[in-house]
C-alpha cells in the first residue's frame, strides 16, 4: 500500500458503490447520505475519509501478495464484429477537435489497458484487457478509441454527415444523464 492511501472507507473496496453493511447500519451515515444532493455526497465523502470498521477491505491490490497461479484472458470480445472494416463519421471529443467529424475505418474492439485483479482466497492473479472500439481516423492518421469520441457506421452516402449536437443528445445515456442532473 502506498504512503498516501489511508485505511478508511474511501480506500475500501465494500465502501464505494454503497455495498457496505456497516455503512448501511450505521445511524450518523445514513442522516447525511442523500444521493441526489452534491453537497450530501461531499459530506459523505469526508465522514468516509475518517471512518473504519473491522470489515475494511482495500480495494487496490496491496503488496506483497502471495500468488498461487497465474490466469491470462487474451480474448478479445469485440459486440461490433460485422461492422469491422466498415467506414465511419466519428467526432473526437479533444478540444484541438472540437465541432469537427472525421471519416475513420473501424478497426474492431482493440485492448485500452491491461486490467490486474488478485483473489486473496485463491491467491490467483487475474491478468486480461480493457478493450474498445477503435477507428483509424485518416486525416489524424491515428487510432481514436471509442470511449473518446462520437462515432456511428455509414451505411449511405446519405449519412455521410457530420456529427452534430442533436445527433449526440439524442443518443439515449446522454439523455439519461441530463435528466439525472435536473
Known amino acids: 500500500m502506498?504512503?498516501?492511501t489511508k485505511r478508511n472507507c474511501n480506500a475500501c473496496k465494500f465502501g464505494l458503490f454503497a455495498e457496505c453493511d456497516t455503512l448501511k447500519n450505521n445511524?450518523?451515515?445514513q442522516a447525511i447520505w442523500?444521493?441526489?444532493r452534491m453537497d450530501s455526497m461531499l459530506d459523505a465523502h469526508k465522514f468516509k475519509e475518517k471512518f473504519i470498521c473491522d470489515g475494511y477491505k482495500c480495494r487496490y491490490i496491496e503488496y506483497p501478495i502471495e500468488?498461487?497461479?497465474i490466469n491470462r484472458n487474451t480474448e478479445l470480445y469485440c459486440l461490433e464484429k460485422s461492422n469491422i472494416g466498415k467506414f465511419v463519421k466519428i467526432a473526437p471529443c479533444a478540444e484541438e477537435y472540437r465541432g469537427k467529424t472525421y471519416l475513420g475505418l473501424f478497426l474492431g474492439d482493440l485492448p485500452l489497458d491491461i486490467t490486474v485483479s488478485h483473489n486473496s482466497t485463491s491467491k490467483e492473479l487475474n491478468l486480461g484487457y480493457r478493450?474498445?472500439?477503435a477507428i483509424f481516423v485518416f486525416d489524424l492518421n491515428e487510432i481514436v478509441f471509442g470511449?473518446?469520441?462520437w462515432w456511428g457506421v455509414i451505411e449511405t452516402e446519405e449519412e455521410l454527415k457530420e456529427i452534430?449536437?442533436?445527433d449526440i443528445d439524442?443518443?439515449?445515456y446522454v439523455k439519461a444523464l441530463k435528466t439525472m442532473s435536473s
Do not use: D
Request: hydrophobic content about 25%.
Open 27 to 29: 445511524e450518523e451515515y
Open 67 to 69: 500468488v498461487s497461479k
Open 147 to 149: 470511449a473518446e469520441s
Open 164 to 166: 452534430t449536437q442533436a
Open 170 to 172: 439524442n443518443v439515449w
Open 34 to 36: 442523500n444521493p441526489h
Open 131 to 133: 478493450a474498445n472500439p
Open 2 to 4: 502506498s504512503n498516501g
